[in-house]
């Protein structure tokens, strides 16, 4: 079973981009809700999170231009993109990391390109 992650696209340094990962109420419960990003060339990293309490944590290098919400109506999890920066390109991916590790498969991810 994987989630599925959409929106992703090509934008100019500064723009902004919106993604969607269809998720249940379900998966919610499981654990930390993520957005990954892997990179050209590297690992892929947790970029946001939304723990079952609704608390959130990005890292460092999005905190204060990215957003990761919910909308338990439409069983979706978003990550607003602000400000996007070439740094910010890769392919993200959503899934659900329960004691440390990845509850689902990893999907196909969307592509995010940022050109300076």
């Known amino acids: 079973v994987q989630l599925q992650a959409s929106g992703g696209g090509s934008v100019q340094a500064g723009g902004s981009l919106r993604l969607s990962c269809a998720a249940s109420e379900g998966s919610l419960r499981l654990g930390v809700m993520g957005w990954y990003r892997q990179a050209p060339g590297k690992q892929r990293e947790l970029v946001a999170g939304?723990?079952?309490?609704?608390?959130?944590k990005y890292a460092e290098s999005v905190k204060g231009r990215f957003t990761i919400s919910r909308d338990p109506a439409k069983s979706t999890v978003y990550l607003q993109m602000n400000n996007v920066e070439p740094e910010d390109t890769g392919v993200y991916y959503c899934?659900?990391?329960?004691?440390?590790?990845?509850?689902?498969?990893w999907g196909q991810g969307t592509q995010v390109t940022v050109s300076s």
């Open positions: 899934n659900v990391e329960v004691d440390g590790r990845s509850f689902y498969e």
């Open positions: 939304i723990l079952r309490g609704g608390r959130t």
